[in-house]
Structures are given as C-alpha cells and as structure tokens.
T-cell receptor
Framework: EPEVTQTPSHQVTQMGQEVILRCVPISNHLYFYWYRQILGQKVEFLVSFYNNEISEKSEIFDDQFSVERPDGSNFTLKIRSTKLEDSAMYFC???????????FGPGTRLLVL | GENVEQHPSTLSVQEGDSAVIKCTYSDSASNYFPWYKQELGKRPQLIID?????GEKKDQRIAVTLNKTAKHFSLHITETQPEDSAVYFCAANTGTASKLTFGTGTRLQVTL
C-alpha cells in the first residue's frame, strides 16, 4: 500500500538557521498539506497546496515559512530562520481530492536549540 | 474559522468495555469527519471517517455517528483491547482544499 514518506525523521538545528523538511506524497494525489504538532498537543494545520500553488495557510504559516513542489514527487517545507517555538513534529499529508481522506507521513521531529 | 472540541481528554476503560469519544464542530460547511489514532511518536492513522450525507458508519468494532443538526459526531469502540490504547483525534474539514481542523485529542487507556 502506498505511503507518504518524509525525511529526515529527526532534525536538530540552531536558532536562526534554515531547515528544509522533505515529503514524498502518494503518487497520484493532488492535494498536499503540512501540519505540525507540538509535543503533547493537537495537530495544527499549516498550509495546503494544490495545482502548484498555496490554496490556504494558517496564521502560523508566516513569512518565515515556504513550500515548494520542485519536481513531480517531492513537496518541501522550508523554515528560513528557525525559532525555539518552531520545535515540533511536522507532518506532511496528501489526498487524492479535496474533502477526501488525508494520509499522513511519519513526521519529522524538529528541535531548535 | 472552524473550531473542533473533543472530550473527554482522558478515558480509562477495562478490556472488553466500550469507549465513546465525542466531538463538536462549529462550521456548518464541514462535510467530512475523520478519526485518527496516534500512538506515541507515530503518525496519525485514519481509523474511520464519515461524510455528512450519512448518519452512521461501522467498521468491525469501531463506529462513528454524526448529528449534522447539532454539529456533533462521536467515535464508539466496542470490546476494547489493550492495543486500542492510544490518543484519538477527531477532525473536521474546512476551506477550499479541505484542510483538517483537529480536536484536542483523547488519551484512551484500556486496562486488563
């Protein structure tokens, strides 16, 4: 069964550094999402991406964040200048259609020191 | 925007008993309501979902009910087993790309 994959599984970085989190969505899916989960809290929406552009973003997704689909398979989340409060688990998800099931990747645990 | 509330935050049941988790949502345009199970350090795994055109859906020991008028939906797990122990999140979709808004989670503990 196809799965969403993410790399790296863990990332430790210094405050102010840039990080890029990578995701490979399920191949025939058209909708892509990033969510984050601070330890012990609920999953929060960051951004959705469809037809090569952002379709919606949350208040969390400020100018420090960007997303890109550089080729036909990868979907990346970049944080330009990390802050301590960016420490969280970041999940990528994909869905065939809007309003359909979203499948989550295994997550990248980001720790900002 | 959408607000999803979930309760209880923790639930402890004995093996074999039933567990019920309840959620409410605020956006009447929401039409898709998934439930995810998350084990410690793992990804959320979809266990069941329901769309607004049905009132109930069942899959073996798991069932979900939806009351659109009241904006309530519930997860029912029967004959609970220790491996059901996890955090369960409800969610509702909103927006043009159907982002999911999650509830705050219920930690279910099934004891022997």
């Amino acid at each position: 069964e196809p799965e969403v994959t993410q790399t790296p599984s863990h990332q430790v970085t210094q405050m102010g550094q840039e990080v890029i989190l990578r995701c490979v969505p399920i191949s025939n899916h058209l909708y892509f999402y990033w969510y984050r989960q601070i330890l012990g809290q609920k999953v929060e929406f960051l951004v959705s991406f469809y037809n090569n552009e952002i379709s919606e973003k949350s208040e969390i997704f400020d100018d420090q964040f960007s997303v890109e689909r550089p080729d036909g398979s990868n979907f990346t989340l970049k944080i330009r200048s990390t802050k301590l409060e960016d420490s969280a688990m970041y999940f990528c998800a994909s869905g065939l259609m809007g309003g359909e099931t979203q499948y989550f990747g295994p997550g990248t645990r980001l720790l900002v020191l | 925007g959408e607000n999803v509330e979930q309760h209880p935050s923790t639930l402890s049941v004995q093996e074999g008993d039933s567990a019920v988790i309840k959620c409410t949502y605020s956006d009447s345009a929401s039409n898709y309501f998934p439930w995810y199970k998350q084990e410690l350090g793992k990804r959320p795994q979809l266990i069941i979902d329901i769309r607004s055109n049905v009132g109930e859906k069942k899959d073996q020991r798991i069932a979900v009910t939806l009351n659109k008028t009241a904006k309530h939906f519930s997860l029912h797990i029967t004959e609970t087993q220790p491996e059901d122990s996890a955090v369960y999140f409800c969610a509702a979709n909103t927006g043009t790309a159907s982002k999911l808004t999650f509830g705050t989670g219920t930690r279910l503990q099934v004891t022997l």
